[in-house]
C-alpha cells in the first residue's frame, strides 16, 4: 500500500493552528482533519474554539473534517479518533488533495504516528478499582510479573499511565489483537511555539471575548438540552469552570481570574506532551509563532515543498 503524505500542524492552546491550516489548504487546495478531541461535539462551540468562520478565506470554503460529528454528551476516544480519521484521510486522498491534521490533542496525533493499536483495548474498570490506591512503585512491581513483550514500551512517569499499562497486558494474556491494515503516513509535522508571556497574553485575551461573547450561555443551552453537568466537567477547563460558576461556587471575577491560570497550565502541559513525543522519535518542525504571519506562512510552505517532493 502506498504511504500517503500527511501535514500535521500541532501546538499549545491558542497559538494560531487553525489560522496557519486554513492558509496553507487555501493556496495548496488542501483539506483540513481535525485532531481536537472536543471539537468533535456539536453544540460545544465557543468553549472548544471551534472558529468555523476561519475556514472561509475569501469567496473559498475549506473543507474540514471530523468537527460536528458527535452530540454533546455522548462517548468517544482515541480508537474511535483513529477509525474516522483514516475514513476522512482516504476521502481526501481520493481526490488527489493533501490532508492536513490540525489540532493540540497530542494523544490523538501520537497514536497515529506511532501506530498505536493498543488504543483498541478496552478499559477493565475492575482492575482499576482494584488497584485504586497503589502507588507508582506497587505498580510497576505488578508490571513486571507480565511478559516483557507486552511491557517493554510502556511509560513509568505515572500512576494512570502505568495502570493503563496493566490493562494492557492484562488483556494481551488471553487475547490476540487483530492487525488492522492501515495507509502507511509519510507526515511533515510543524509546531507552532511562541514566547511563553505572549502565549499568556492571547490566551487571556481569547477568554475574556469568549465569556463575553457567549460562552456562559453555550453551557447553559447544553445544560437545558439535557447534557449532564457532570458529563461536561470533563470536556475540558471551560466547561469545568462554567458548571461551577453556574452552579454558584464562585462569582464571574473568580472565573476568570482561576480559568485563565489553569488554561495556561494547560498550554504548559500540551507542550509537555509534545517534546515527549519528539523523544519517542517523531520529529517536530517548531516555528515560532511570534513573528510576521506571511514569513510563518512562507516557510511553512518551504518545509512541505521540500518534504513532498512529487
Given amino acids: 500500500?502506498?504511504?500517503?503524505?500527511?501535514?500535521?500542524?500541532?501546538?499549545?492552546?491558542?497559538?494560531?493552528?487553525?489560522?496557519?491550516?486554513?492558509?496553507?489548504?487555501?493556496?495548496?487546495?488542501?483539506?483540513?482533519?481535525?485532531?481536537?478531541?472536543?471539537?468533535?461535539?456539536?453544540?460545544?462551540?465557543?468553549?472548544?474554539?471551534?472558529?468555523?468562520?476561519?475556514?472561509?478565506?475569501?469567496?473559498?470554503?475549506?473543507?474540514?473534517?471530523?468537527?460536528?460529528?458527535?452530540?454533546?454528551?455522548?462517548?468517544?476516544?482515541?480508537?474511535?479518533?483513529?477509525?474516522?480519521?483514516?475514513?476522512?484521510?482516504?476521502?481526501?486522498?481520493?481526490?488527489?488533495?493533501?490532508?492536513?491534521?490540525?489540532?493540540?490533542t497530542g494523544m490523538y496525533i501520537h497514536a497515529l504516528l506511532q501506530n498505536h493499536e493498543l488504543t483498541a483495548i478496552p478499559k477493565n474498570e475492575e482492575l482499576r478499582e482494584k488497584y485504586r490506591e497503589l502507588d507508582q512503585i506497587q505498580l510497576q512491581n505488578i508490571l513486571k510479573q507480565y511478559p516483557k513483550e507486552h511491557t517493554a514500551h510502556v511509560d513509568l512517569s505515572s500512576v494512570k499511565r502505568l495502570t493503563r499499562a496493566i490493562e494492557i497486558a492484562a488483556y494481551l494474556k488471553d487475547h490476540k489483537l487483530k492487525p488492522v491494515v492501515r495507509p502507511t503516513l509519510n507526515p511533515l509535522v510543524i509546531g507552532l511555539q511562541s514566547d511563553v508571556e505572549i502565549r499568556r497574553d492571547r490566551i487571556i485575551k481569547r477568554l475574556n471575548y469568549r465569556l463575553d461573547n457567549g460562552l456562559i450561555e453555550e453551557v447553559e443551552t447544553l445544560i437545558s438540552n439535557g447534557v449532564d453537568p457532570a458529563v461536561l466537567t470533563f470536556y475540558g477547563l471551560e466547561y469545568k469552570f462554567m458548571v461551577s460558576y453556574l452552579q454558584n461556587e464562585f462569582d464571574l471575577a473568580f472565573l476568570r481570574e482561576k480559568l485563565s491560570i489553569a488554561i495556561c497550565q494547560f498550554a504548559k502541559r500540551q507542550m509537555t506532551f509534545f517534546r515527549k513525543m519528539e523523544k519517542d522519535g517523531v520529529k517536530i518542525n517548531w516555528l515560532n509563532t511570534d513573528q510576521d504571519f506571511e514569513l510563518l506562512k512562507s516557510t511553512s510552505i518551504r518545509l512541505i515543498d521540500a518534504n513532498f517532493k512529487k
Wanted: proline share 3%; aromatic share 6%.
Fill in 1 to 104: 500500500m502506498p504511504s500517503e503524505n500527511l501535514l500535521i500542524i500541532l501546538g499549545a492552546t491558542a497559538s494560531g493552528k487553525t489560522k496557519l491550516a486554513v492558509s496553507i489548504a487555501d493556496e495548496l487546495n488542501a483539506e483540513i482533519i481535525s485532531a481536537d478531541s472536543r471539537q468533535i461535539f456539536k453544540g460545544m462551540d465557543i468553549g472548544t474554539g471551534k472558529d468555523l468562520a476561519e475556514y472561509k478565506i475569501g469567496e473559498s470554503q475549506i473543507p474540514y473534517h471530523l468537527i460536528d460529528i458527535v452530540n454533546a454528551g455522548e462517548k468517544y476516544n482515541v480508537n474511535v479518533f483513529k477509525e474516522d480519521f483514516y475514513q476522512a484521510l482516504t476521502t481526501i486522498t481520493q481526490k488527489n488533495k493533501l490532508p492536513v491534521l490540525c489540532g493540540g
